[in-house]
């Protein structure tokens, strides 16, 4: 069974499966070898990548902001 992430340098790849115009944003979970993410942006003239970016770098964000104030 292969990652549903790897690392090109510096960056984070990630196998994930989009469902576009769903109801909410959510990382649903693993799904095989894939992270599979909901996100309420349309599949059309990059909507739905460009909202994944936002919705991955809010994750992120919470993610950090958690860890910073269990270390306090």
Not at 27 to 38: E, N, T, Y
Request: aromatic content about 6%.
């Amino acid at each position: 069974m292969t990652e549903f992430y790897r690392w090109q340098g510096d960056d984070l790849i990630l196998n994930c499966p989009l469902q576009p115009k769903a109801s909410n944003d959510s990382i649903v979970g693993l799904h095989g070898d894939s992270l599979k993410i909901r996100i309420t942006a349309p599949p059309i003239e990059s909507k739905a990548n460009a909202h994944l970016k936002w919705v991955s770098g809010e994750t992120v964000q919470r993610s950090k902001k958690r860890h910073q104030h269990y270390q306090r």
